[in-house]
């Protein structure tokens, strides 16, 4: 089932990171909900959203009209698969349609599936622990960083291994640390 769960995830990231609301449908069920625990004032979401069209409205099309060169990645060595669960630690960069600024978020996805023979999601928790802001100078930097990772479960080490020493990410290398220790 673990497959089945990554695949799901895959296709959710897909969605949100491309601008494809249309295959928010097979990842969710109709009467899915999503909740938000925002750590950070550099970014806003609602603390929580039912139904797949809202939460669609919310994870792909509102935040596609703000953002762009959006990159999520799931640390595959953080996955823990329990009954009907998948709980991984996440990252993600992406840059300002408006001011070309780049931000590099992290934190945890909790998902809760359905019990069926083609499961869906049922319920996702993010928590969103920061999103450091970073120079716009920085996105060429970052982004190609992102570009060049495994897409989208890649293992934190590779991730740690290539980050640019930029001291905007200094929040960022302490989340990997903090994340090592455990």
């Known amino acids: 089932m673990r497959a089945h769960y990554q695949y799901l995830i895959s296709q959710y990231i897909k969605a949100k990171d491309q601008s494809r609301p249309h295959l928010m449908a097979r990842v969710f069920s109709n009467n899915a909900t999503l909740s938000m625990q925002v750590q950070t004032d550099a970014i806003s979401f609602p603390a929580a959203v039912s139904g797949v069209d809202k939460i669609t409205d919310t994870l792909v099309r509102d935040f596609n009209q703000k953002w762009n060169n959006i990159y999520t990645l799931c640390l595959i060595d953080s996955v823990n698969v329990g009954m009907q669960a998948l709980d991984c630690r996440w990252l993600v960069g992406m840059t300002d349609k408006i001011t070309g600024q780049c931000r590099v978020g992290f934190g945890e996805y909790h998902w809760r599936f359905s019990a069926d023979v083609c499961p869906q999601v049922e319920q996702l928790t993010i928590v969103i622990d920061d999103m450091v802001v970073l120079e716009s100078g920085e996105a060429a930097i970052v982004l190609s ?31 990997y640390d903090a994340y090592q220790q455990y």
């Open 145 to 175: 960083w992102l570009d060049n990772q495994d897409y989208p479960w890649v293992a934190s080490a590779a991730l740690h291994e290539t980050m640019p020493r930029l001291d905007g990410l200094q929040g960022v290398v302490q989340w």
